[in-house]
C-alpha cells in the first residue's frame, strides 16, 4: 500500500478553478484503480504551515547551539515542532500530487512556504563531502497547474518559474520521477475559444489521466468511466 499525498494551494473549489477541477479528477480515477493506497489531502489554505519568521529562525538556531528543546519559548515550540511534523509526513509519504494555480508565473505563497517546510537538511537532502544528494529518491510526483496564457511552448515559455521551480526543488530531493499535466490558456477570453480551452485542458487531463494512474499506481488503468 502506498501513501500518496495530495497537496492543493488553491483558496476556490473545483467548480471555481481549472487546475483543481482536474487535480479532483485525476485524484477520483486513481483512487478508483488503486482501491489500497492511502490518499491524504493537503489543503494547504487549512493547513498551519509556519513560516520562517523569527520564531522559526531563532528556535532552530537555539537549538543548533545546544538549547534543549524545553528552553524555547512557546512560540518556538509550536512552529518548530509543526514544521517538523510537516516535514515528517512528507518524507514518510511514497507518491506526491501537486495542484496549483499559476500566479505572476509562480505557484502560489502558500506552496512556497510549504515547499521551505519539506526543504529541510538531513530529511529531503543531506550535504555530503561530494556535494549535495537527495534522500527521497524512487518517490514519484504528478504537478497538476493551470496558467491563463500558454508556457510549455512559444515566447512565454522562459516566464514559466511554476512548475519549473517545483521540478527543480523535487530533483534536488532526489526525485526523478516527475510528470505535469499543464492546463493552459485559460484567461483567453474569446468567447469561442473559452469552451474549447476547458474542454483541451479536461480531455488531456482524461487522456493524461490514464498514463499517469499507470505512472502512480501499479496497475494496469481500468474505469467505469473511460
Ligand atoms: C493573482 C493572479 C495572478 C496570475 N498570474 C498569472 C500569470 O503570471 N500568468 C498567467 O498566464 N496567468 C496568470 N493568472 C491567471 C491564472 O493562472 C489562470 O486564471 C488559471 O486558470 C488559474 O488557475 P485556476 O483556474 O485553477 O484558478 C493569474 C491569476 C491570478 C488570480
Known sequence: MATVLYITAHPLDPQSSYSLAVGKEFIEAYREANPKDEVVHLDLYKENIPQFDADVLRGWENLRS???????????????????AVV???????????????WNFMIPPVLKAYTDATSIPGKTSRYT????????????????????????????????????????????????????????????????QAPAIKEKGC?????????????????KYSSKRS
Not at 511552448?153 to 523535487?170: H, R, S
Open 66 to 84: 545546544g538549547s534543549s528543546f524545553d528552553q524555547l519559548t512557546d512560540a518556538e515550540k509550536s512552529k518548530v515542532a509543526r514544521l517538523e
Open 129 to 192: 563531502e561530494n556535494g549535495p544528494e537527495g534522500l527521497l529518491n524512487g518517490k514519484k510526483v504528478l504537478h497538476i497547474q493551470a496558467s491563463g496564457s500558454v508556457y510549455s511552448e512559444g515566447p512565454l515559455a522562459p516566464l514559466e518559474m511554476g512548475y519549473n521551480y517545483l521540478n527543480k526543488v523535487l530533483q534536488f530531493y532526489g526525485i526523478q520521477s516527475i510528470e505535469a499535466i499543464f492546463v493552459e490558456g485559460t484567461a483567453l477570453k474569446s468567447q469561442e
Open 203 to 219: 480531455l488531456t487531463s482524461h487522456e493524461r489521466r490514464i498514463r499517469y494512474c499507470r505512472f502512480l499506481g501499479r496497475e
Open 88 to 102: 515528517d509526513q512528507f518524507v514518510a509519504a511514497d507518491k506526491y500530487v501537486y495542484v496549483s494555480p499559476m
